[in-house]
């Protein structure tokens, strides 16, 4: 019995009409016969169905771009085209790894998990980050929209989205929803990496409508709480599930002359776009600014002229990290060895006697509002006068603040 077989192929742009006649009897094994297209084969299986596979051996060469410092293991001949100068911001976290290892860097302790990383580990888990959205098909200069809040999860993705050679477009949750569409569209961005199961799904019904969205990365939180409507089709990872793709993938990198045979190596320069920032749209839509990396760069060599902090130093982190001077204060104390403690408005009392930081990085109104609060306390305790020479350690109990909303 004759079978005629029609097949219309796609690979790698081509399209082709092929149509088949055989019989299942005259092929007592299997056979194989190529069109006239590169890379391209058929192979017929006998049997009682009929079975034709397609195989394409074109491989598209895969463009790498590199953050040379932090990636210098994995490039070609052992790093031999970089120097120990850092060229792009992902640069500082190979350095710091090398003096401070062991030490603490991060602290995040109202978070599920809690989760405390030293320097170590803080670079292995951007390293990781980073290869696994290369793995689900991030490409240099694409733009990924990160709208989290504070966390050393929303650190390592914004490390990992630069040390790709992507952009990311930074936002926190407090923004409207049809804010954070205008800036993902605006930016052009193609994913969206996002803080917990809760704030995506306020985003889901506009976004799902209005963007073009490729994937979802979830920080926190557990993807079954993702409303089903709004992801159906769409991939979706988790941050663990990012990690260990990534950790897999550089595993086989490294470890695989064929895995780098098909890459084609390149430099991150320092004038390439690191980060785009949006204005808080107080004078109509928000307007992105764009940051190389040697525009943040000149930020963390140079603060060492204001900030003289050393190695076991404690900040306490409050403002929003995408906040270009929050963040910018952050690259530079990991540069120098110090320990970041995520805190809010609403556990800043406590956090200043628990963990008695040297630095809080903060905005004027934050100060204000801290002086008029122990100049009131102090009065009322007849201790105006001490309190003028005290520390602020001796008074920080007293404050209490009701919300958040009291900064912003």
Same mark, same amino acid.
């Not at 016969?33 to 058929?42: A, T």
């Not at 009929?50 to 074109?58: A, G, H, L």
């Not at 100068?85 to 809690?114: C, L």
């Not at 630069?162 to 052009?188: D, Q």
């Given at each position: $019995?004759?079978?005629?077989?029609?097949?219309?192929? !796609?690979?790698? &742009?081509?399209?082709?009409?092929?149509?088949?006649?055989?019989?299942?009897?005259? @092929?007592?094994?299997?056979?194989?016969?190529?069109?006239?297209?590169?890379?391209?084969?058929?192979?017929?299986?006998?049997?009682?169905?009929?079975?034709?596979?397609?195989?394409?051996?074109?491989?598209?060469?895969?463009?790498?771009?590199?953050?040379?410092?932090?990636?210098?293991?994995?490039?070609?001949?052992?790093?031999?085209?970089?120097?120990?100068?850092?060229?792009?911001?992902?640069?500082?976290?190979?350095?710091?790894?090398?003096?401070?290892?062991?030490?603490?860097?991060?602290?995040?302790?109202?978070?599920?998990?809690?989760?405390? $990383?030293?320097?170590?580990?803080?670079?292995?888990?951007?390293?990781?980050?980073?290869?696994?959205?290369?793995? /689900?098909?991030?490409?240099?200069?694409?733009?990924?929209?990160? =709208?989290?809040?504070?966390?050393?999860?929303?650190?390592?993705?914004?490390?990992?989205? $630069?040390?790709?050679?992507?952009?990311?477009?930074?936002?926190?949750?407090?923004?409207?929803?049809?804010?954070?569409?205008?800036?993902?569209?605006?930016?052009? !961005?193609?994913?969206?990496?996002?803080?917990?199961?809760?704030?995506? &799904? &306020?985003?889901?019904?506009?976004?799902?409508?209005?963007?073009?969205?490729?994937?979802?990365?979830?920080?926190?939180?557990?993807?079954?709480?993702?409303?089903?409507?709004?992801?159906?089709?769409?991939?979706?990872?988790?941050?663990?599930?990012?990690?260990?793709?990534?950790?897999?993938?550089?595993?086989?990198?490294?470890?695989?002359?064929?895995?780098?045979?098909?890459?084609?190596?390149?430099?991150?320069?320092?004038?390439?776009?690191?980060?785009?920032?949006?204005?808080?749209?107080?004078?109509?839509?928000?307007?992105?600014?764009?940051?190389?990396?040697?525009?943040?760069?000149?930020?963390?060599?140079?603060?060492?002229?204001?900030?003289?902090?050393?190695?076991?130093?404690?900040?306490?982190?409050?403002?929003? !990290?995408?906040?270009?001077?929050?963040?910018?204060?952050?690259?530079?104390?990991?540069?120098?060895?110090?320990?970041?403690?995520?805190?809010?408005?609403?556990?800043?009392?406590?956090?200043?006697?628990?963990?008695?930081?040297?630095?809080? /990085?903060?905005?004027?109104?934050?100060?204000?509002?801290?002086?008029?609060? @122990? /100049? =009131?306390?102090?009065? &009322?305790?007849?201790?105006?006068? !001490?309190?003028?020479?005290?520390?602020?350690?001796?008074?920080?109990? $007293?404050?209490?603040?009701?919300?958040?909303?009291? @900064?912003?």
């Amino acid at each position: $019995m004759a079978t005629l077989l029609s097949l219309t192929s !796609s690979f790698d &742009n081509y399209n082709y009409p092929l149509h088949c006649l055989f019989s299942r009897s005259k @092929f007592p094994c299997p056979i194989t016969f190529s069109p006239k297209l590169p890379g391209i084969r058929f192979r017929f299986s006998p049997g009682s169905k009929s079975r034709v596979f397609c195989e394409s051996k074109t491989k598209e060469e895969q463009i790498r771009r590199c953050s040379p410092l932090l990636e210098e293991t994995s490039l070609p001949c052992n790093g031999a085209l970089v120097s120990d100068e850092w060229k792009v911001v992902p640069d500082i976290w190979r350095s710091s790894a090398e003096k401070f290892g062991d030490r603490v860097a991060v602290v995040d302790p109202y978070h599920d998990p809690p989760s405390t $990383m030293t320097y170590k580990q803080l670079e292995q888990e951007i390293l990781d980050f980073s290869e696994g959205l290369r793995v /689900i098909g991030v490409k240099p200069e694409e733009k990924i929209a990160l =709208f989290a809040d504070n966390s050393c999860r929303w650190l390592v993705a914004d490390q990992g989205i $630069m040390a790709t050679g992507a952009v990311n477009v930074v936002r926190g949750s407090r923004s409207a929803v049809e804010e954070l569409l205008h800036i993902y569209n605006h930016s052009e !961005s193609v994913g969206l990496v996002v803080d917990n199961p809760d704030f995506f &799904n &306020n985003l889901a019904g506009t976004f799902c409508s209005k963007a073009t969205v490729r994937f979802i990365v979830l920080l926190w939180g557990d993807k079954s709480c993702l409303a089903g409507d709004a992801t159906q089709g769409l991939p979706v990872f988790s941050y663990k599930e990012i990690i260990e793709l990534g950790r897999e993938s550089r595993a086989a990198h490294i470890n695989s002359h064929d895995a780098r045979k098909g890459c084609k190596y390149e430099i991150i320069d320092s004038e390439d776009i690191a980060t785009i920032v949006y204005t808080s749209g107080t004078t109509g839509n928000p307007k992105g600014v764009m940051l190389t990396h040697k525009n943040l760069l000149h930020q963390i060599e140079n603060l060492w002229d204001v900030v003289p902090t050393k190695a076991g130093d404690r900040f306490l982190s409050m403002l929003p !990290s995408w906040h270009a001077y929050e963040r910018a204060c952050e690259y530079f104390i990991f540069t120098g060895g110090a320990e970041q403690v995520y805190t809010t408005v609403r556990n800043l009392k406590d956090d200043l006697k628990n963990y008695q930081p040297q630095y809080l /990085i903060s905005v004027p109104l934050v100060y204000e509002t801290l002086y008029r609060l @122990f /100049i =009131f306390v102090a009065a &009322n305790l007849g201790q105006l006068d !001490s309190f003028k020479h005290s520390h602020l350690k001796g008074t920080q109990t $007293m404050l209490n603040w009701d919300s958040e909303a009291d @900064f912003y």
